[in-house]
C-alpha cells in the first residue's frame, strides 16, 4: 500500500456526511500513514499552503490531492490517487 507524503495538516473536506463515512475515512486515511492528529476535517479548507493534501470525502471514494497554486483564497490541486472505500453485502464499511 503506498504511503501519502505530506507534511503539517491534512484537510478532509466533509460536507455533512454520515458518521460512519467520516470514522471510515479518517481510519482509511491512517493506514495510508497520515496520522489521526494531523487530519483536519472541514467543508471550506482556510489558510491552505502549496504542497497540502486536500482529501474529498465522497460515499464510495476518497479523492486525495495536493495543492498546486492557489488564487484568491481557492486552491487549484492535482489528484495524486482515488481510494475505493468497501461496503459489506449490508452496506457497513469494511477494509
Known amino acids: ?6 507534511e503539517g495538516t491534512v484537510w478532509a473536506i466533509n460536507h455533512n456526511n454520515p458518521d460512519p463515512l467520516v470514522e471510515h475515512s479518517i481510519h482509511t486515511l ?7 492528529e494531523d487530519i483536519k476535517l472541514t467543508d ?3 489558510n491552505v499552503k502549496v504542497g497540502a493534501i486536500v482529501v474529498e470525502i ?3 471514494h476518497l479523492d486525495v490531492a495536493r495543492v498546486r497554486t492557489i488564487r484568491n ?3 487549484i490541486s492535482g489528484t495524486l490517487l482515488t481510494i475505493e472505500l468497501k461496503l ?3 452496506g457497513n464499511y469494511t477494509d
Not at 1 to 6: H, L, P, Q, S
Not at 30 to 36: F, L, P, V
Open 1 to 6: 500500500m503506498e504511503k501519502i507524503d505530506y
Open 30 to 36: 491512517e493506514k495510508y500513514g497520515i496520522k489521526k
Open 44 to 46: 471550506a479548507p482556510e
Open 58 to 60: 465522497w460515499p464510495y
Open 73 to 75: 483564497d481557492s486552491f
Open 88 to 90: 459489506d453485502e449490508n
